[in-house]
């Protein structure tokens, strides 16, 4: 069963990067042929999709989002990241960590998600 | 492309029959997926490609629709049902979600 495991900084500076990072279980991030992919949840408001990512590099962003992020995969630990330059008070947000359920398929719903991790930006 | 659903709030009881429904800005074929949110929890798949039940979901959740218009249904409400629901639409690589819709108790 693949489960997955956010972590990372709660509290950011503003201005600074926000750098998350997702630990895949129970999949190979390289092997398993899927996609990856970070999602944000304002406190109280609705899901924003933030990118995905393929291990061998092929990524899609969020056009609103695509300026200040990056993401990469680190497969011999199993692990991909999120990074956000510039932060401010509108990137608080619990961040989500999850796959696309079709193998191969960056545009999928999510059928598996991590438990989530809030992040505060604020001096 | 922009997403909206209605209601934003919907009360009901154990045992009713609800409906949500998810407008798209542009058609997304049957390229729609539905979620359930508990409070604290991640989302988790009902629904995809408009109508196809995910697995193990329960039949009472039914989801209808193409084009620009979906609707998620519930059959006899059950507690554990109380949740906020999302639509979100996968036509392209860039996915969108709906505002949500809150289902609680009457």
């Known amino acids: 069963q693949v489960q997955l495991q956010e972590s990372g900084p709660g509290l950011v500076k503003p201005s600074e990067t926000l750098s998350l990072t997702c630990t895949v279980s129970g999949a190979s991030i390289s092997s398993s042929g899927y996609f990856w992919a970070w999602v944000r949840q304002p406190p109280g408001k609705g899901l924003e999709w933030i990118a995905t990512l393929f291990y061998s590099g092929t990524t899609y962003y969020n056009p609103s989002l695509k300026s200040r992020v990056t993401i990469s995969v680190d497969a011999a630990k199993n692990q991909f990241s999120l990074k956000l330059t510039s932060a401010t008070a509108a990137d608080t947000a619990v961040y989500y960590c999850?796959?696309?359920?079709?193998?191969?398929?960056?545009?999928?719903?999510?059928?598996?998600w991590g438990q989530g991790t809030m992040v505060t930006v604020s001096s | 492309i922009q997403m909206t659903q209605s209601p934003s709030t919907l009360s009901a009881s154990v045992g009713d029959r609800v409906s949500i429904t998810c407008r798209a800005s542009h058609s997304v074929n049957r390229w729609l997926a539905w979620y359930q949110q508990r409070p604290g929890k991640a989302p988790n798949l009902l629904i995809y490609?408009?109508?196809s039940l995910q697995t193990g979901v329960p039949s009472r959740f039914s989801g209808s629709g193409s084009g620009t218009e979906f609707t998620l249904t519930i059959n006899s409400l059950q507690p554990d049902d109380f949740a906020t629901y999302y639509c979100?639409?996968?036509?392209?690589?860039?996915?969108?979600f709906g505002q949500g819709t809150k289902v609680d108790i009457q």
């Open positions: 979100q639409q996968y036509s392209n690589s860039s996915v969108t």
């Open positions: 490609k408009a109508s």
């Open positions: 999850a796959r696309p359920r079709t193998i191969a398929v960056a545009d999928d719903p999510f059928d598996v």
